[in-house]
């Protein structure tokens, strides 16, 4: 049986991506975190057949959850949502790259950020201009983690052979997923 | 098609960790993360220490001075404490009083904040139930309180701070004064600014904590240093905790209620002392 490389790629770019997620720490000049975990999903949803995309989902809100003290269907809960959101969208504009990936998990990382905070309920009142100024930091974070995510696994996708360039009749050479 | 089968199954299974093994789900993360993030502290503490070593040669020299004398005055005061010490042990079996739990600090280093979503002000140490950590053992720092230990793994352990809005503290404020008596009050973390207030700011300013509870007859003068009670048996008596900023009457009118300031930086916090049941420097 050929070896699926799907489910190493996902497995070292997850936990690349948790690793670095963890690490880089909030300040008090910029308190959210970079959602490299969720870019790695989206660009799943986005690339990867349905069973590895799925599994990317659960697996990446499952690390987000538990290294984040949350619930531990929270995230992968809205990475599921997300998962068929994106796929609707992708049959119409979207597609897999890094410009459209950083609005997409700049919007994503609003809407995680929403999300999280009415199903945990952190004891504090939500419509507040704290949870405003969150909200408006998680924008910058969600298109840097874009950037960094979708070109990460783009070319994670091109060194494993995933993704292929195909060479047209033309002489210009296409990237064609293997799906 | 045998492909699928496979995503098919490990999604199932994954699905099922979640929902029936939520607590090995946290701890496996946690500590596959955990020779990383060890990794990277000790890359700090070797490569990094030695490069800013070269980068700042000239602040050394004085700089060690400075430390040498600050350990020498310390070497007289731990001689003092322990002679308090050995005096306070003599002294409360003299009058058959009740010891303090026995415990032992340990050092622990920070490996990293908040975690990956930062919803909860936390941070997570390098050291776990293999070193004797459990869950509820306070953590401390020289200058004052850090939080105590709300969840453990074999290696490392999740520390909520004393800034989340769902810790609270048992405190007292130190000599409020004669005829006063002592004051004591919760202290509940920061959070938040409410709703009520309109003031937007970008710029990010710690949110106070605040001691709730405190006698309305009595207004703390502003500076006053706010220590651990040792009620609730969570926090040994007489820790710093922060200093008053100002207090107020609260909506009820029944009680007053204070602002805190920290007394340390959380931002600022590498490595932490946690009072451990087992294993450490015995506790005073």
Known sequence: MRLDMHLPVLAVTLFAAALLQDLIPVTPSFPVKFVFLTAVALHAALTKPLPAALTAAVWAGGLTDALGGLPLLCTAGFLLVAFVLVRLMHRVFLEATVFQGMLLVAAAAVLQMVWTRLWVGTGQPFFTWHTLKLLLYAVPAGMTAGVAGFAICGLTDRVSGIVKPVKEGNGILWAETNR | ?284
């Open chain 2, 1 to 284: 098609m045998k492909q699928a089968k496979l995503w098919v199954w490990l999604l199932v299974l994954s699905l099922g960790a979640l929902v029936f093994w939520r607590a090995g789900v946290r701890d496996f993360s946690r500590e596959a993360l955990y020779p990383y993030e060890n990794a990277k502290v000790w890359l700090e503490r070797t490569v990094w220490v030695r490069v800013r070593a070269v980068l700042l040669r000239a602040h050394h020299a004085s700089r060690n001075a400075m430390l040498e004398r600050d350990v020498a005055r310390l070497r007289i005061a731990e001689a003092e404490a322990e002679a308090l010490a050995a005096e306070v042990t003599r002294l409360r079996a003299l009058l058959d009083f009740t010891p303090p739990a026995a415990g032992r600090w340990q050092a622990a280093p920070v490996l990293s904040r908040g975690g990956t979503s930062a919803v909860w002000q936390s941070v997570r140490l390098g050291k776990g139930s293999l070193h004797g950590l459990r869950e509820g053992d306070p953590v401390v720092v020289p200058e004052g309180v850090v939080g105590r230990v709300a969840d453990v793994s074999a290696h490392t352990c999740e520390v909520m701070l004393v800034t989340d809005p769902n810790c609270r503290v048992a405190c007292e404020l130190e000599t409020p004064g004669e005829g006063v008596g002592t004051v004591r009050g919760i202290l509940y973390g920061g959070g938040a600014s409410t709703a009520a207030d309109p003031t937007l700011t970008l710029l990010y300013v710690v949110d106070p904590l605040r001691l709730r509870y405190l006698a309305r007859e009595f207004e703390p003068a502003p500076r006053t240093r706010v220590l651990t009670s040792g009620l609730g048996q969570i926090f040994p008596k007489g820790l710093t905790v922060g200093y008053v900023l100002e207090s107020r009457l609260e909506a009820n009118g029944l009680s007053r209620e204070a602002s805190v300031m920290p007394a340390v930086d959380m931002a600022a916090v590498d490595e932490v002392f946690v009072l451990s049941r087992g294993g450490g420097r015995r506790a005073p």
